[in-house]
């Protein structure tokens, strides 16, 4: 088995990738459960302000937040979101409890629909022990994405990756595609194989004003390269598809996807009507039953065209 494309050339991958990603193909509806700022780690190409402070939304910002998305659900018949995202422009888990009483207003109105969601989560893997993941999977995760490389690839979180997959939650790597990592990627497929891995997304990685100074300076000279599609990007001298190659050689068992910039492209609307037919995305993904409440719908509440 090779590299496959779907969504009409929007998606280029090993293996049927993560359920989690499709909605950034199909445009369905889902909802994004966004809260924090703050990270305990330090990565150089961070795109966040790293001197942001604290931002989190007040009580009564916080319910007018939920309560339109459970207003959405109570109300319009035709919001039947199959996929939940929790996520942060920090750490996520330092938020846990936060994600806690959001889960506990709106899955209750999900269910209702008869839909079982699929809900994932971004982490670097620091706070993700035992008894988190057992708080996650309480409010209904099913998906860990780890930033393993955030904690400096550290044997903790590696551990805490195994504890995933001993809970049978499904275990993603989420990396930028930063080429000073790609070796030290590399060398940790066979980790990740063992582990019994199963997606590994390598993200193209996004230049903004906060870490294009400390990009050129890591990158001196010609070796820094820059390009603008949608945002700007970072080109990642093949590192990428060294890994993809290197997974097909090995026959490893956990997808890949190349979530380059018309990826994001297609996660911003500008690309998203790829589901000129349903058919564009089937075997993309690893199957999940959303319940048989569910109908496939775009953001706009109009069924998929066939």
């Not at 942060?88 to 709106?106: C, K, N, P, Q, V």
């Not at 193209?204 to 000279?221: I, K, S």
Request: proline content about 4%; aromatic content about 14%.
């Amino acid at each position: 088995m090779g590299a496959e494309v779907h969504a009409n050339g929007h998606c280029f991958h090993y293996g049927s990738i993560s359920f989690g990603c499709r909605d950034c193909f199909s445009g369905e509806q889902s909802i994004n459960l966004f809260h924090g700022t703050q990270c305990m780690c330090h990565c150089p190409y961070c795109y966040y302000n790293p001197t942001r402070e604290e931002i989190l939304l007040n009580e009564e910002q916080e319910k007018k937040e939920i309560e339109f998305t459970k207003y959405k659900l109570r109300e319009l018949e035709n919001y039947r979101p199959a996929i939940v995202s929790l996520c942060s422009s920090g750490e996520t888990l330092l938020y846990i409890d936060t994600f806690e009483r959001y889960a506990a207003e709106i899955y209750p109105l999900i269910y209702a629909k008869n839909i079982h969601p699929y809900t994932f989560l971004y982490t670097n893997g620091i706070l993700a022990d035992d008894a988190m993941l057992e708080r996650l999977q309480r409010i209904g995760v099913q998906e860990v994405r780890f930033h393993w490389s955030a904690s400096g690839f550290s044997d903790a979180v590696y551990e805490h990756m195994k504890c995933a997959k001993a809970r049978g939650m499904v275990v993603t790597v989420e990396e930028p595609a930063y080429p000073p990592n790609r070796d030290e990627i590399l060398k940790r497929l066979p980790m990740l194989e063992a582990l019994g891995l199963d997606h590994l997304d390598l993200i193209e990685l996004h230049l903004t004003e906060h870490n294009w100074d400390a990009m050129q300076r890591l990158f001196p000279g010609d070796t820094f390269a820059a390009y603008k599609d949608y945002f700007y990007h970072l080109y990642d001298n093949g590192m990428t598809y060294d890994i993809m190659e290197e997974c097909i050689r090995n026959r490893y068992h956990f997808s890949v996807i190349d979530c380059n910039s018309g990826v994001e492209r297609c996660r911003n609307n500008l690309d998203q009507d790829v589901c000129f037919s349903w058919e564009c995305l089937d075997g993309m993904c690893s199957s999940w039953d959303e319940g048989p409440g569910f109908i496939a719908r775009m953001k706009n509440g109009k069924p998929y065209r066939k």
